[in-house]
T-cell receptor
Framework: ELKVEQNPLFLSMQEGKNYTIYCNYS?????LYWYRQDPGKSLESLFV?????AVKQEGRLMASLDTKARLSTLHITAAVHDLSATYFC??????????FGKGTSLLVTP | DSGVTQTPKHLITATGQRVTLRCSPR?????VYWYQQSLDQGLQFLIQ???????AKGNILERFSAQQFPDLHSELNLSSLELGDSALYFC????????????FGPGTRLTVL
C-alpha cells in the first residue's frame, strides 16, 4: 500500500522567507500531486508531477519530483500571507485513487 | 470552481440515521471518486466508479455504499450513522480512468449528533 509522509506538519514562517515542504512516499507512484486547502474549503490542484526530475512553478511555489528517492518537494519563495493554507501531497496507487499525506499547515506571519 | 458539484453542503443528523450525499462530476468526466476527511484519519479514499462501474474500494465501511448512475452522477449512502462518521466528504472526478488529474467538489460536511 502506498504511504505518503509529509514534513513538517506545521510551519509558521515570516513573510519574505523561503521554505521547503517535503513529501516522501513508500512505493512506486506513477505521479505526484500537490493540493492546497483553505480552512473549510475544497482541495485546489496546484501541481501534477509525472516523471523523474519534473519541476513545475506557479508564482511563489515550485514543486519537484525525484522518483529514485521517492521524494517530492514544494518550495515556497518569499512567502506572503495569502499562501497561508494547508498543503497536501498525494501519490497515486495502482487503482488510480489518491493516497494523501497528513498535510502541512502553513501560517505566514508579518 | 472545479466544475464538480456536491449536495447538500451541510448535513446534520442523529446517530443511527441514514443519509445520501450527491455528486455531479465535471462535464465529460467518467470517473468519480469519494474521499472522507476527518481530523482523526486525514484524507482517505473511499470508493471509485468509472462509467457506472465500481473500480476500486478503499477504507470504506460496510455501512457505506455508493453508486454511479447512467447520467454519471454519483451518490454515497451512509447508514447506521455513528458519531465518528462526522467528517467532510469530498467527491472528485477525472476525465479518464488513468489519465488526468482529479478535480474536487466543494464537499459535504456531515455532523452526526
Amino acid at each position: 500500500e502506498l504511504k505518503v509522509e509529509q514534513n513538517p506538519l506545521f510551519l509558521s514562517m515570516q513573510e519574505g522567507k523561503n521554505y521547503t515542504i517535503y513529501c516522501n512516499y513508500s512505493t512506486t507512484s506513477d505521479r505526484l500531486y500537490w493540493y492546497r486547502q483553505d480552512p473549510g474549503k475544497s482541495l485546489e490542484s496546484l501541481f501534477v508531477l509525472l516523471s523523474n526530475g519534473a519541476v513545475k512553478q506557479e508564482g511563489r511555489l515550485m514543486a519537484s519530483l525525484d522518483t529514485k528517492a521517492r521524494l517530492s518537494t514544494l518550495h515556497i519563495t518569499a512567502a506572503v500571507h495569502d499562501l497561508s493554507a494547508t498543503y497536501f501531497c498525494a501519490g497515486r496507487d495502482s487503482g488510480y485513487a489518491l493516497n494523501f499525506g497528513k498535510g502541512t499547515s502553513l501560517l505566514v506571519t508579518p | 470552481d472545479s466544475g464538480v458539484t456536491q449536495t447538500p453542503k451541510h448535513l446534520i443528523t442523529a446517530t443511527g440515521q441514514r443519509v445520501t450525499l450527491r455528486c455531479s462530476p465535471r462535464s465529460g468526466d467518467l470517473s468519480v471518486y469519494w474521499y472522507q476527511q476527518s481530523l482523526d484519519q486525514g484524507l482517505q479514499f473511499l470508493i471509485q466508479y468509472y462509467n457506472g462501474e465500481e473500480r476500486a474500494k478503499g477504507n470504506i465501511l460496510e455501512r457505506f455504499s455508493a453508486q454511479q448512475f447512467p447520467d454519471l452522477h454519483s451518490e454515497l449512502n451512509l447508514s447506521s450513522l455513528e458519531l465518528g462518521d462526522s467528517a467532510l466528504y469530498f467527491c472528485a472526478s477525472s476525465e479518464q480512468l488513468a489519465q488526468g488529474e482529479q478535480f474536487f467538489g466543494p464537499g459535504t460536511r456531515l455532523t452526526v449528533l
